[in-house]
């Protein structure tokens, strides 16, 4: 029976240089929750009668992002390349809001960090759907997947 998922995720800590507890903490829910509950089936590994559940490693090589899939023993199935140029504005934009949602959460009133959050939630809605647009014909996906995947591609780009 197919089981089109990822069931282990690494991120590659030498791209990451430096990050706050808030991001520690996005990172550890975004693992979590993605672990419990994603849908993700590679095209060709699949078509090649891999049927998952998938390892997935993610890291930044030359300004890409690299996915390296493999199977549930660790063998090697394919690497995905996308590039982040399109991928720029969402995460500097997602970045921006949330020192914004994590200093009015210290400060700020209820109608203030709902409104916050709010933003934060379109912003990162928008970057799961351009996450989902580049995956197209290389691996189905959710969107409840994809915008996990977008906040571990964020926690990447942390450079202190």
């Avoid at 430096?18 to 520690?24: F, L, M, S, T």
């Avoid at 690299?66 to 500097?92: H, K, N, V």
């Avoid at 912003?123 to 580049?134: K, Q, S």
Wanted: hydrophobic letters at 40%; proline letters at 4%.
């Amino acid at each position: 029976m197919p089981d089109h998922r990822i069931s282990h995720i690494s991120l590659d800590e030498d791209t990451i240089l430096w990050r706050n507890a808030d991001v520690e903490q996005e990172r550890r829910v975004a693992i979590f929750d993605l672990i419990e509950e994603n849908t993700f089936k590679p095209c060709r590994p699949v078509a090649n009668g891999n049927d998952g559940p998938y390892r997935l490693y993610l890291s930044v090589r030359d300004g890409r992002l690299a996915m390296d899939i493999r199977d549930a023993s660790d063998e090697p199935l394919e690497t995905l390349l996308l590039g982040l140029a399109r991928f720029r504005r969402p995460i500097r934009e997602y970045f921006a809001i949330c020192d914004s949602y994590y200093q009015a959460i210290r400060k700020a009133t209820p109608a203030e960090i709902e409104t916050i959050d709010m933003a934060r939630r379109g912003i990162h809605n928008d970057a799961a759907e351009l996450l989902r647009e580049r995956l197209a014909g290389k691996v189905e996906t959710d969107f409840a997947t994809a915008r996990r995947l977008f906040t571990l591609i964020c926690v990447l780009h942390i450079k202190g």
